[in-house]
């Protein structure tokens, strides 16, 4: 029994960042109809600005935040503004070319990213890291907490922007019905750019979170892209409950899965899953 | 016919010139002559770049230090390692474009384990000698003539080494059940092997063998399953990334085994400077360390040092320069540049480098060999064989954080 709850308690605490990881994605995709592969190397990216403070000054990675959040903010607005916005005005498949753009940004990121700090491998190692809450024989790891909990409070503030402030529903107006949104009045550049900041930002976070779990590197991204895409397709594009759902799917049917079938077989049953889910459901679990 | 004499003496003069400059030129006026072109691929970028990169410093350094001391076969040697960033499709094309396109005279050996077993085929279409770790021993089956592992990195003999120390233990002493957890691919299934041979010779029950494919997501369902089931040997056979995943995972579920085995992600220097104490009493193997009692071992390893302001010397610069002094050797003896004569001198004669005096057989591998090595205050030490231990096991495992 104790085995059951320890799987089961270990794939939700991790889903939930998986969740993270892809909600931001979905903003973007959603709202700006770009599918934005920059998203994961930004993970990466924040996963360096929260380790070299803490390496050199002893700095906490939660300490650390207040200073990544507007930080990636501001990159994320810089990315709408620059090369997409560029992009926006020569193309006239926007989904296709973002694409193609962000694929070879990602790839100029890392490389950079390998000349500056090397390719080799970081991690985070925090005063409660290998530390554990026990209760009746059951262990919570401290950084998948703490990596949960940011997960968790980053995904409900991004839902309370979404549906309670006003600038929140011009997002979801824009990602609804573009051009109702704009025959409404809403400022279509300011929305988009800021849906941007406010996904990079959560990239951001997701990346912190992950380091606190993950060793990484700057090529790492390739392997995080993977459970972007499917939390993102599996809960539904634009769907914050979704990928919040599909995040804790993915996290339980990984862990899980080892009591009933060799380790090995968790990627083809999960993958076997989202393609049962994508003929029963084309939009995903939750998008309407 | 008739020259004048002032025509004469200037031939005279110009053939006497070129006498001496084709006899003297190369210690009069330097290494003047076309250099050996010795060409490669490595990754230099991606998911093996922390390792390749080491090994192209130790190929740096060896042609470093060859033409320091007057070239190899009296020409200056030049690397061409191309980045395949560790893609094994362009380890196969680039390989190919060195030796097509750059027609270089000698290959230097690719990493990992996979991109040179795709490399060994290349090298045996061209009939050029290729000295690399191999692909383990699928790919010396292959009935290649013109690859040599010179040291080989073996997984089917990773754990030869731990298994002998094992075998020096008292029977109750010495664990009783095994769990397992293995990288899916050509590196992780070899080391497997050698994992399976030493529980059967040590009579050790194994009572979980789980597989995962990379980027592991968690080692938390597999770390459970051998604590539930009360393995108290844990053989994690894994690279760098999965290899910290479990013993982080390990250690947070407060399962601590007598005895860890780990694949290859103790041999970079990252897994001290990373994981600090929760990465000591972690036991593996290596075909390579900077303390073996070999010549120019410890030279070159302090150099290793010098150059990269590192505290350990990294196990793969080692490997690289190894790699191509064992092809130098071949070269030497050979006494010319016909990859024919280099792979029948390597075939023939011990072989003297850092890894050790070597000999090969039809399938280009030496005997099996492996020293244990188990992670002691941050440092791989020696552990077994006797002959060239630098340190005492410890055993049991002590607690975590101990």
Redesign the interface.
């Given at each position: 029994m104790?085995?059951f709850l320890?799987?089961m308690i270990?794939?939700l605490l991790?889903g939930t960042t998986y969740a993270l990881l892809g909600v931001g994605f979905s903003l973007i995709w959603g709202v700006a109809r770009v599918l934005n592969i920059t998203h994961a190397i930004f993970a990466v990216l924040a996963a360096y600005a929260a380790y070299w403070p803490m390496k050199l000054y002893n700095l906490d990675p939660f300490l650390i935040l207040l200073g990544i959040i507007p930080l990636f903010f501001l990159l994320g607005v810089l990315l709408y503004e620059g090369p997409i916005r560029l992009l926006e005005r020569r193309t006239p498949n926007l989904e296709l070319s973002s694409l193609v753009l962000t694929f070879g940004l990602a790839y100029a990121l890392?490389?950079m990213m390998?000349y500056l700090w090397?390719?080799?491998?970081?991690?985070l190692?925090t005063p409660y890291?290998?530390?554990?809450l026990?209760l009746l024989g059951i262990?919570f790891?401290?950084?998948?907490v703490y990596s949960f909990l940011l997960s968790v409070v980053t995904i409900v503030a991004i839902y309370l922007f979404l549906y309670h402030t006003h600038l929140g529903k011009a997002v979801r107006a824009v990602w609804q019905d573009r051009d109702g949104a704009v025959l409404s009045g809403v400022n279509l550049h300011s929305v988009t750019a800021i849906t941007y900041g406010v996904a990079i930002a959560s990239a951001g976070v997701a990346g912190v979170a992950m380091a606190l779990?993950?060793?990484f590197?700057?090529?790492?991204h390739l392997?995080w892209l993977?459970?972007i895409f499917l939390v993102v397709i599996m809960g539904g594009v634009g769907s914050m409950l979704g990928a919040g759902v599909a995040g804790l799917f993915t996290?339980l049917v990984?862990?899980?899965?080892?009591l009933f079938i060799?380790?090995?077989w968790?990627?083809l049953l999960l993958f076997s899953g989202l393609l049962l889910l994508l003929f029963i459901r084309p939009r995903g679990l939750l998008q309407r | 016919m008739l020259v004048s004499r002032r025509q004469f003496l200037k031939q005279l003069g110009i053939s006497t010139g070129l006498l001496i400059s084709s006899t003297l030129g190369p210690r009069v006026f330097g290494l003047q002559q076309t250099p050996i072109k010795i060409g490669g691929t490595l990754p230099?970028?991606?998911?093996f770049?922390?390792t390749g990169?080491w090994v192209e410093r130790g190929y740096r350094y060896w042609a470093q230090e060859i033409n320091s001391r007057g070239g190899l076969l009296g020409r200056p040697v030049e690397l061409l390692i191309y980045d395949d960033a560790?893609s094994v499709d362009k380890a196969i094309s680039l390989l190919e474009r060195a030796i097509t396109v750059d027609k270089v005279n000698l290959l230097a050996g690719g990493y990992p384990g996979t991109a040179a077993a795709a490399q060994m085929a290349i090298a045996e279409k061209y009939k050029m000698v290729y000295v690399s770790m191999g692909g383990h021993m699928k790919s010396f089956l292959q009935g290649f003539k013109y690859s040599f592992g010179a040291p080989p990195l073996m997984g089917e003999w990773w754990y030869l080494g731990v298994f002998d120390w094992m075998a020096t233990l008292l029977p109750g002493d010495r664990p009783r059940k095994a769990a397992a957890?293995t990288v899916?691919n050509l590196v992780g299934i070899a080391v497997r092997d050698s994992m399976y041979e030493g529980l059967k010779r040590l009579g050790i029950q194994l009572v979980m063998d789980?597989?995962?494919?990379?980027?592991l997501?968690?080692a938390?369902?597999?770390v459970?399953?051998a604590?539930?089931l009360g393995a108290d040997m844990f053989i994690s056979n894994s690279f760098?990334?999965d290899g910290?995943?479990t013993i982080?995972?390990m250690?947070?579920?407060?399962y601590n085994p007598k005895i860890i085995l780990q694949g290859v992600g103790t041999l970079?220097p990252?897994w001290a400077t990373?994981?600090?104490k929760?990465g000591d009493y972690i036991f593996s193997g290596t075909a390579m360390h900077h303390k073996l009692p070999f010549p120019g071992v410890k030279e070159v390893g302090e150099a290793a040092k010098r150059l990269y302001n590192v505290p350990v010397p990294p196990q793969y610069f080692l490997f690289g320069y190894a790699w191509l002094q064992a092809l130098q050797r071949g070269v030497e003896g050979a006494g010319s540049l016909d990859q024919d004569a280099i792979a029948n001198y390597l075939r023939t004669h011990v072989i003297e480098t850092i890894a050790g005096r070597l000999t090969f057989d039809e399938k280009g591998l030496p005997p099996p060999y492996n020293f244990a090595i188990q992670v002691l205050k941050g440092e791989p030490e020696l552990i077994w064989p006797p002959a060239v231990a630098t340190a005492s096991p410890v055993y049991p495992k002590p607690p975590?954080?101990g």
């Open positions: 104790n085995f320890q799987v270990s794939g991790l890392e490389n390998a090397s390719p080799g491998p970081r991690l190692n890291t290998g530390h554990s026990s262990y790891p401290l950084t998948q779990i993950y060793a590197n700057p090529a790492i392997g993977i459970y996290g990984i862990n899980l899965s080892v060799p380790f090995a968790s990627n | 230099l970028t991606g998911v770049s922390a990169i560790s957890a899916n789980e597989l995962y494919d990379l980027p997501p968690s938390d369902p597999f459970a399953k604590k539930a760098f990334d910290v995943l982080r995972s250690r947070a579920q407060g970079i990252e990373q994981l600090g929760d975590w954080g």
